[in-house]
């Protein structure tokens, strides 16, 4: 329907956030593109995740959409409290039936495997090909410009999309990211609890971005009891949506915390693996 739309339409959404003013929607997960890698087979996963060294840019965290890389739905965007607390968005047995873009070359297709990989590895979640399953995991090779973004939870009326643009999103640490978006985590310093652990330079970040910063409270979202994780896969980058690139945006109190390791993409931390775990427990 009409929210298909809103999801592949950058003007419609930001039309619509901003008719919904703040805080907004809970439910895409947008992330940053901000490399414009000359191919994503060219560029090793290294570059994606550390080419200036402290700084670190994660292309997942340049999106236009509500938290850079997720797409909310007219639920979540009507009502904010419809978090990702809610067995709906749960994949049963967590299972995820998923169907990759056709246009996807199968060195692409090995990269993006290697990220389902890294799910499968540390959790119960199970992805396999979609046969004829309405709700499922559409991977959509994305046009330069598109980004990396991600529905957030198991959709029912429709089925969840991943967009990774073909330019810069195509690694595997970020197919993971988005994939733990569409299994039902928003990002890490979305946590209610988020403000003891990192300071928020709001004076520093791009002008319509503050949603992606916003906090959920303990009725949207549950952190299991696990503690914050600065190293989970689903954390931004220091510097993410920055005016002043050489100041961070995000900044950990604990000043031991090295500013580098806030937005890794090499893998699940044991923190994001106990969080999935703890969110499907029951379910598989
Ligand atoms: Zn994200």
């Known amino acids: 329907m009409a ?41 090793p996963p290294e570059a994606y995740n550390d080419t200036l060294g402290e700084r670190r840019d994660n292309i997942d965290e340049r999106g236009p959409y509500y ?24 994949w049963p047995s967590g299972r995820v039936p998923y169907q990759l873009d056709a246009s996807f070359t199968s060195a692409e297709i090995s990269t993006i495997t290697a990220g389902i990989n890294m799910i499968q590895s540390s959790t119960c979640i199970r992805f396999y090909a979609r046969t004829s399953e309405t709700a499922y995991v559409y991977i959509q090779r994305g046009a330069s410009g598109t ?9 029912t009326s429709k089925y969840n999309v991943v967009n990774l643009q073909y330019n810069g999103c195509i690694y595997s640490g970020i197919a993971a990211h988005e994939l733990i978006h569409a299994i039902g985590y928003f990002h890490e310093q979305s946590r209610p609890d988020r403000d003891s652990y990192v300071y928020i330079n709001s004076g520093n970040i791009q ?20 503690p914050y994780d600065y190293d989970s896969i689903m954390h931004y980058s220091a510097y993410a949506f920055a005016i002043n690139t050489a100041t961070p945006t995000l900044q950990p109190y604990d ?8 937005g890794q993409r090499n893998g699940l931390s ?11 427990s029951g379910i598989c």
Request: glycine letters at 8%.
């Open 270 to 280: 044991s923190y994001d693996a106990q969080k999935i775990t703890a969110m499907y």
């Open 255 to 262: 000043s031991s915390i090295a500013l580098s390791r806030l």
């Open 207 to 226: 002008s319509g971005r503050a949603y992606n910063f916003d906090k959920y409270s303990t009725a949207q979202v549950s952190t299991y009891n696990i």
């Open 147 to 155: 980004g990396c973004y991600s529905d957030v939870g198991r959709q």
């Open 3 to 43: 929210l298909r739309t809103l999801i592949f339409t950058t003007t419609v959404l930001y039309g619509l956030l901003a008719a919904h003013s703040h805080p907004a929607p809970i439910q895409e997960a947008v992330d940053v593109p901000q490399f414009a890698f000359a191919s994503a087979s060219v560029a």
């Open 67 to 90: 938290g850079g890389d997720m797409v909310l739905n007219e639920e979540q965007l009507a009502e904010l409290k419809s978090g990702i607390i809610g067995s709906t968005y749960r």
